[in-house]
């Protein structure tokens, strides 16, 4: 079982920053992927970003390639989202999701955090 909890949400203005981070507990939470997703109101849930525990390889999804960041801290069993130039459109329910194995981009973690919300004003 992984526990995850998700922080680091709020509301920022259109340009603005924002850091979100996913604490991982368990057993051999450090062996997991890690992924960000996101869903806004209406909308189904989307892969944001993620990355592989083995080659902290990352994967972001094409809308917010060049402006976020994911990164991880083994030590610390935590990944970091560092969303920058956000926009309206980033406004979003923001989860992290942890898995052994599979594509990163797929919706078939094997655990989820509860959520964190962004909201971007114009």
């Known amino acids: 079982q992984v526990q995850l909890v998700e922080s680091g949400g709020g509301l920022v203005q259109a340009g603005g920053s924002l850091r979100l981070s996913c604490a991982a507990s368990g057993r051999a939470a450090s062996l997991y992927d890690l992924g960000w997703f996101r869903q806004a109101p209406g909308k189904q849930r989307e892969f944001v970003a993620g990355?592989?525990?083995?080659?902290?390889?990352?994967e972001y999804a094409h809308s917010v390639k060049d402006r976020f960041t994911i990164s991880r801290d083994n030590a610390k069993n935590t990944v970091y989202l560092q969303m920058n130039s956000l926009k309206p459109e980033d406004t979003a329910v923001y989860y992290c999701g942890a898995r052994l194995s599979g594509p990163l981009w797929s919706h078939n973690y094997d655990y989820w955090g509860q959520g964190t919300q962004v909201t971007v004003s114009s």
């Open positions: 990355i592989r525990w083995s080659t902290d390889s990352p």
